[in-house]
């Protein structure tokens, strides 16, 4: 039964997903975990995003996540929402570690996303991978 009278709404959705991306720019992962179901399943499209499913499986990733992004912050462009889904588009900003020239890295990408008794339980992240590489390639030199 879910702890949010408003989950399945569209408030309940929204509500769910601004917690989410502020467990994210938090970067605590625990709280981020606690953001997402135990059967949560995080998909790329990008070519070097890596899928996986499970809070557990997520929970373990995301040290070395938030270690190899310094500084990660989402920063929400627009977020719609309809029913138990959401697109939120964002601009992420982070520095690579060990990257010692250049400035951060600013990608732009969509969250399409789908909440399940307040959790988020579907993630699709859309990124351009390319755009990454080529930001990064700049500050190894």
Do not use: K
Request: aromatic content about 8%; proline content about 4%.
């Amino acid at each position: 039964m879910p702890t949010d009278p408003a989950a399945g709404t569209a408030a309940g959705t929204r509500r769910a997903v601004e917690a989410y991306v502020a467990a994210l720019n938090s970067g605590d992962p625990d709280r981020i975990a606690a953001c997402v179901s135990v059967d949560f399943h995080n998909e790329h499209t990008s070519a070097l995003g890596r899928s996986l499913r499970g809070r557990a499986a997520y929970r373990e990733r995301l040290p070395g996540f938030l270690g190899e992004f310094v500084d990660l912050r989402y920063e929400v462009e627009e977020l719609l929402v309809a029913g138990d889904r959401a697109a939120l588009a964002y601009t992420m900003t982070f520095r690579v570690r060990g990257a010692e020239l250049g400035g951060p890295v600013r990608i732009r990408g969509v969250f399409r996303l789908r909440v399940v008794d307040g959790l988020v339980a579907h993630r699709v992240d859309y990124w351009d991978s390319a755009e990454f590489e080529r930001q990064t390639a700049a500050d190894t030199r």
